[in-house]
């Protein structure tokens, strides 16, 4: 129960009557082509009542213009737009200044107006009708700008949207003025600025400025444009000052003027070419030899000043081919420098590398001819040194019944009861057969060709190791059956 009592006051209050307009502005002011918006806030929902928006035009048949209703469910024109009461007017032009009323219609009505003030883009005229002026002379310029604004307006109330006018020539402001409030609706009023201006020594192009502003600073128009100060020619000079000059130098002709002057290098006397219209003189190699030239500058008027220069051109320094030569640029000077510094960098290390490698190569050379040299050789046969490293070669037992003898591999005053024998894989030629031929040598007495195999190692001959390795045994037969009748016992 409580509930629904509670619902009831809620929806009674939210049908309750609008309430008075809490806000609205008493003025604003925008420019010709820009669009404006005019508040109006009112406290609560509309509910029944009705609001409008009305344009105020005194002293014509029809004193209101309807602009917006709330109760017609029509859409606006383009021009209007209204948005939760609040009026934009889009496209403005110079008669949409005035008087604009928000209306509330409920159980009392309440009325707010709006003063609109549009102003229109500043313009800039010279007296005389000019663009240049020359130095000393002087010109009247003046600013004006028309605007449109309601009738029998309350100035203080709308003093933050009273336009002004200011001039500023140079950069220098020249005035400012106020405006005047027209007595005639519909009509729009003007405000105009001039100031006069003198072209002084130095000057080139000035600047002039026209500006609409507000005491708010809510709205800016400018306008702009510029006086071009005429001057005849002055300060003719040269550079380089040099009395010689190489070939594919060049001469630069200078002078002050406006508008910018025209020059001409006329040769006086001179091997090199005619007349050159232009202010830059380039040496030749035709010129080389004495030149006398004069650059003439000539300004709009009859004015023409001159000034004689002369030099002599000799042939361009050497390393440089002749004609006209371009000059080098730093990215090519760079570079040169580079390829100056790099190359003799390389070539040098280059050569010390060659070195090193030479000197490494020579080294080993050396190390192993002394390794050779330093170790002992073994005969190998008819072939000569074998120059592997040394081994020592096993023996075996003197064959029962032979003499003992001597040799190198004998104890000191003993004698050599072994016979040496080669170790497997050694595949030097001549090896095997190097004990047999040292006993023939040292035992002349002893039968060297007893056949301890079928297949015996022949001199300067290989082996294999199967051969070789069954030697010892074959021997041992063969020892067993006792002494060969060749051999000496």
Known sequence: MRLSAILLVLCAAAYVDAGPI???????????????????????????????????????????????????????????????????????????????????????????????????????????????????????????????????????????????????????????????????????????????????????????????????????????????????????????????????ETLNCTADGNPPPSFTWHPISSPGPRTIHKSVLQITEKMIGDNKWECRVADHTTIMKKIMVEFTVVAAPEGEDGGDPAPVSTGSQTWKVAVGVVVPIVFICFIAIVIILYMMKKRRQRESSEEVKGGPHHGNGDSGYDEQAPREAPVTPNPIGYPAYPGPYAPEGGSQTDMPQAYPGRNSPGYADLGVRHLGQTNPGVDTHVAASPDPVAPNRGYSNEVYDQSPRQQESVLSSGPNPGSVV
């Open 22 to 248: 809490t806000y609205s502005k008493p003025s604003v002011v925008a420019a010709v082509g820009g669009e404006v918006t005019l508040p109006c806030k009112i406290d609560g929902e509309l509910g029944d009542a009705t609001l409008s928006w009305k344009k105020i035009v005194d002293g014509t048949d029809t004193p209101e213009m309807r602009i917006y209703h709330s109760k017609y469910a029509r859409t606006p024109k383009d021009k209007y737009v209204v948005s939760t009461y609040n009026l934009t007017i889009k496209k403005l032009e110079i008669n949409d200044g005035g008087y604009y009323k928000c209306s509330l219609e409920s159980t009392t009505s309440d009325v707010k107006q709006t003063a609109v003030v549009v102003v229109e883009q500043p313009t800039i005229a010279f007296v005389p009708a000019i663009d240049t002026l020359e130095r000393g002379k002087t010109v009247t310029v003046s600013c004006t700008a028309n605007f449109a604004s309601p009738h029998e307006v309350d100035m203080k109330k709308i003093s933050d949207s009273i336009p002004k006018l200011s001039l500023w020539i140079g950069g220098q402001r020249k005035g400012v003025v106020s405006t005047e409030w027209s007595e005639t609706i519909g009509v729009a009023s003007k405000l105009s600025i001039s100031a006069n201006y003198t072209a002084a020594s130095g000057d080139k192009d000035i600047q002039i400025r026209c500006r609409v502003i507000t005491s708010d600073s809510a709205l800016t128009v400018e306008a702009s444009s510029k006086i071009s100060v005429k001057y005849p020619v002055s300060k003719v000079d040269y550079v380089p000052k040099k009395k010689e000059l190489y070939v594919g």
